[in-house]
Nanobody, 128 residues
Framework: EVQLVESGGGLVQPGGSLRLSCGAS????????MGWIRQAPGKELEWVSA????????AYADSVKGQFTISRDNAKNTVYLQMNSLKPEDTAVYYC?????????????????????WGQGTQVTVSS
């Protein structure tokens, strides 16, 4: 059974940082690209970032480029999202997810439809 468990969310002041983690099990982690997708209150899902199965390739939405960094540790079956200079508009539930099939790399722009299994999400609130 595929399981994805996010952690690291919380309340942070504008300009602060958070590091999200997503622990994975139930599949061959190092054969799947992984991604982060967020959903702000009352808004649609927004793809945030993706990383290839080896970690060699990364991709970011324009809205977070230069602000967020995705990484992975295949030895720990974990993917991370380092979020810096957080703004109130970054407030959302953040989900990690697997690509829909092994060794899939969509390219520089992904959508939520490119992801198969999802975690339960972690809330990030940016507020003073």
């Amino acid at each position: 059974e595929v399981q994805l468990v996010e952690s690291g969310g919380g309340l942070v002041q504008p300009g602060g940082s958070l590091r999200l983690s997503c622990g994975a099990s139930g599949f061959t982690f190092d054969e799947y690209s992984m991604g982060w997708i967020r959903q702000a209150p009352g808004k649609e899902l927004e793809w945030v970032s993706a990383i290839s199965w080896s970690g060699r390739n990364t991709a970011y939405a324009d809205s977070v480029k230069g602000q967020f960094t995705i990484s992975r540790d295949n030895a720990k079956n974990t993917v991370y999202l380092q979020m810096n200079s957080l703004k109130p508009e970054d407030t959302a539930v953040y989900y990690c997810a697997t690509a829909t099939r092994r060794r899939l790399w969509v390219g520089p722009k992904w959508s939520s439809a490119d992801f198969g299994y999802w975690g339960q999400g972690t809330q990030v609130t940016v507020s003073s």
